[in-house]
């Protein structure tokens, strides 16, 4: 369970609530919760509000279905804001748009593919450059330096291409792709870590990749 924590609520009894889908950072919308909606939705996970045109507690979804799965919770520094973390379950605007900030007529959903997750990958990843903790496999990685490490993306870029091959000749074929698809994003998965640990071995940050990206992109 999701820990309680410190909030000032203000004279009306209500604290304001920033809701932001986890997988990308997008903010989804703004409610109020008093301490009964707190309460509710750290013993739910599911995220309440205070309603304050009906004066009651409300459950984000209860006529809809369209709930927000409570992720994390947190408190700005004076403690008078929340910032809600969610997974949501389908549109969250009553006009059925993604986010409450997106304009009437907005698709319901926008291609979201979760990469700011990456962000967590890569605190963990400096996080073992800097304590060096013993029985770390990426410790081991940066220890043994650029060729270590630069051995085993040629190993992972390999493998990512054969299970690439591996599920072109399973489409062609016609014949089920579960398992061929499964094999394929774990390769991917294992290139992206060990370029990551590449740059944490180099001390390059990967802002500095996504900075080149944007230019490349740019007009």
Known sequence: MTPAPAVVFGA?????GVVQDVRDGRVLMVAYLDAEALAATLATGEVHFHSRSRGRLWRKGETSGNILRLVELTADCDGDALLIGVDPVGPTCHRGTRSCFDPAGAPSTRPTQGFAWLETLWATIAERATTRAEGSYTVRLLEGGVDTVGRKITEE???VLIAAKDDAALEVSGADRT???IALAGEA????YHALVLLAERGLEPSAVI???RARHAP
Do not use: H, Y
């Not at 009306?12 to 304001?16: A, E, F, M, S």
């Not at 998965?189 to 992206?192: E, K």
């Open 189 to 192: 998965g294992d290139l992206v």
């Open 157 to 159: 870029a390999t493998e």
């Open 211 to 213: 900075a080149t990206l």
């Open 179 to 181: 398992n061929s698809r």
């Open 12 to 16: 009306d009894g209500l604290v304001p």
